[in-house]
């Protein structure tokens, strides 16, 4: 079981940008971006496969967010641009101990079976 450990999160003017970071410990297979505000689910951000050849987005954040990954470290990402107000959540790591056969996987909580403690990301006006 992957430990998963983020860092990066802080608070941002709306338009403003963020990295966050997601150091892994343990093999890991696909790796995502979650986030979940209080009182509602936790939601898809993005997600990409093992070896970072192919990466998926909610449409909420195409455009701004892009996810990748330094296997060498271990490690993903997740440069966020042009961030609004609506993005105002906790950020959660994920990871995968398997490959997924459909893309429609990568966008489900209950595809990762390791989760990272959360990184607040709070975007002011």
């Known amino acids: 079981q992957a430990q998963l450990v983020e860092s990066g999160g802080g608070n941002v003017q709306a338009g403003g940008s963020l990295r966050l970071s997601c150091a892994a410990s343990g093999r890991t297979f696909a790796m995502a971006w979650f986030r979940q505000v209080p009182g509602k689910a936790r939601d898809f951000v993005a997600a990409?496969?093992?070896?970072?050849?192919?990466?998926y987005y909610a449409d909420s954040v195409k455009g701004r967010f892009t996810i990748s990954r330094d296997n060498a470290k271990n490690t993903i990402y997740l440069q966020m641009n042009s961030l609004k107000l609506e993005d105002t959540a906790v950020y959660y790591c994920?990871?995968?101990?398997?490959?997924?056969?459909?893309?429609?996987?990568?966008?489900?909580?209950?595809?990762?079976?390791?989760w990272g403690q959360g990184t607040q990301v709070t975007v002011s006006s």
């Open positions: 994920a990871a995968a101990t398997r490959t997924f056969s459909e893309s429609i996987y990568y966008s489900l909580t209950n595809s990762y079976s390791a």
């Open positions: 990409i496969t093992w070896n970072g050849g192919s990466t």
